[in-house]
């Protein structure tokens, strides 16, 4: 699911491209795209775009009359940008044309189960906000107050968009790997300098990516992915740590996975996996050196 760094880069480019244009009209593809049926699709239709704002990890496009479109991208929704406007929705996984003045942007979902979804919103957009602190602008305080607020684990509660805005599966690993911290740690038992750690971690990691993805993308962004080259941990189970060398590791409940150095950020212990295989077995290693032995074990 595209995160803050994405959905930034996202922002900046419609923006140059659909500042002050006009919305002609708006292809459907798919009848479930569209989530709400008051004010009608069709009343955006020659508006002027006036900005684009982030609800999380929404893209809200505010054109004139109060009138919002909020698009949300879910997990593999992915945006297009042509200059010129396509005889119908392209192949299978076009969802939508949204045809300007200026271009068209195509949205896309390459996905069997259509979670995408567009609302047509007159006047507040407050019903999408989902109360999460924004982190580029929080202070240290506000920032410890939204973690601590519950004691969950570290990765559910950066991950929560309850309590922080547009962090996600990814860019949490990413963030976690940086401050040094265990992703199943109480948020509610970090010390003073863990918080600092964590408050550091979680601003410049995610400045980082933003500038990084902005220096390598001067188009408009045509390859959004949670896997990006450069990652030190998410997306690199069994690879080296780039900082210590030991094989990253992971976590695995529902569709998602947790990756994560044990060495670094748990001190060489491993962390139960939630994997079937693991339930199976009480003699699962629980440290790195254990889990070696284990394999020799396998292998012979």
Same mark, same amino acid.
Request: with cysteine; charged share 30%; hydrophobic share 40%.
């Given at each position: 699911?595209?995160?803050?760094?994405d959905?930034?880069?996202?922002?900046?480019?419609?923006?140059?491209?659909?500042?002050?244009?006009?919305?002609?009209?708006?292809? %459907?593809?798919?009848?479930?795209?569209?989530r709400?049926?008051?004010?009608?699709?069709?009343?955006?239709?020659?508006?002027?775009?006036?900005?684009?704002?982030? %609800?999380?990890?929404?893209?809200?496009f505010? %054109?004139?009359?109060?009138?919002?479109?909020?698009?949300?991208?879910?997990?593999?929704?992915?945006?297009?940008?042509?200059?010129? =406007?396509?005889?119908?929705?392209?192949?299978?996984?076009?969802?939508?044309?949204?045809?300007?003045?200026?271009? &068209?942007?195509?949205? &896309?979902?390459?996905?069997?189960?259509?979670?995408?979804?567009?609302?047509?919103?007159h006047?507040?957009?407050?019903?999408?906000?989902?109360?999460?602190?924004e982190?580029?602008?929080?202070?240290?305080?506000?920032?410890?107050?939204?973690?601590t607020?519950?004691?969950?684990?570290?990765?559910?509660? %950066? &991950?929560?968009?309850?309590?922080?805005?547009?962090?996600?599966?990814?860019?949490?690993?990413?963030?976690?790997?940086?401050?040094?911290?265990?992703?199943?740690?109480?948020?509610?038992k970090?010390?003073?300098?863990?918080?600092?750690?964590?408050?550091?971690?979680?601003?410049e990691?995610?400045?980082?990516?933003?500038?990084?993805?902005?220096?390598?993308?001067?188009?408009?962004?045509?390859k959004?992915?949670?896997?990006?080259?450069?990652?030190?941990?998410?997306?690199?189970?069994?690879?080296?740590?780039?900082?210590?060398?030991?094989?990253?590791?992971?976590?695995?409940?529902?569709?998602?996975?947790?990756?994560?150095?044990?060495?670094?950020?748990?001190?060489?212990?491993?962390?139960?996996?939630?994997?079937?295989?693991?339930l199976?077995?009480?003699?699962?290693?629980? =440290?790195?050196?254990?889990?070696?032995?284990?394999?020799?074990?396998?292998?012979?």
């Amino acid at each position: 699911m595209p995160e803050l760094p994405d959905i930034s880069l996202y922002l900046e480019r419609l923006e140059e491209r659909l500042t002050g244009a006009t919305l002609e009209r708006i292809v %459907l593809a798919s009848p479930f795209l569209l989530r709400s049926v008051e004010p009608p699709l069709a009343d955006t239709f020659g508006k002027k775009v006036l900005a684009f704002q982030r %609800l999380g990890k929404r893209i809200v496009f505010d %054109l004139e009359d109060d009138l919002h479109l909020v698009l949300h991208l879910m997990i593999a929704g992915r945006l297009r940008w042509a200059d010129k =406007t396509p005889a119908k929705v392209p192949g299978k996984i076009g969802l939508a044309l949204f045809v300007f003045s200026r271009g &068209t942007l195509i949205l &896309t979902e390459a996905s069997s189960k259509k979670r995408a979804s567009l609302n047509v919103v007159h006047g507040s957009t407050a019903a999408f906000e989902r109360g999460g602190l924004e982190p580029l602008t929080a202070t240290r305080a506000e920032f410890v107050g939204a973690l601590t607020r519950e004691n969950h684990t570290l990765k559910r509660s %950066l &991950t929560d968009p309850r309590l922080f805005s547009g962090i996600g599966n990814a860019y949490s690993d990413e963030i976690l790997f940086a401050a040094k911290l265990s992703p199943i740690k109480q948020s509610q038992k970090l010390s003073e300098e863990e918080l600092s750690r964590l408050y550091v971690a979680t601003q410049e990691t995610l400045r980082m990516w933003i500038a990084r993805l902005r220096e390598e993308t001067p188009g408009f962004p045509e390859k959004v992915t949670a896997f990006r080259e450069g990652m030190a941990v998410h997306g690199r189970y069994r690879k080296p740590c780039p900082v210590c060398g030991t094989p990253v590791q992971r976590i695995r409940y529902a569709e998602n996975e947790t990756n994560y150095c044990a060495k670094c950020q748990n001190a060489g212990r491993l962390l139960a996996d939630r994997g079937l295989s693991r339930l199976l077995h009480s003699d699962w290693p629980k =440290t790195l050196e254990e889990l070696e032995d284990y394999k020799a074990v396998r292998r012979q």
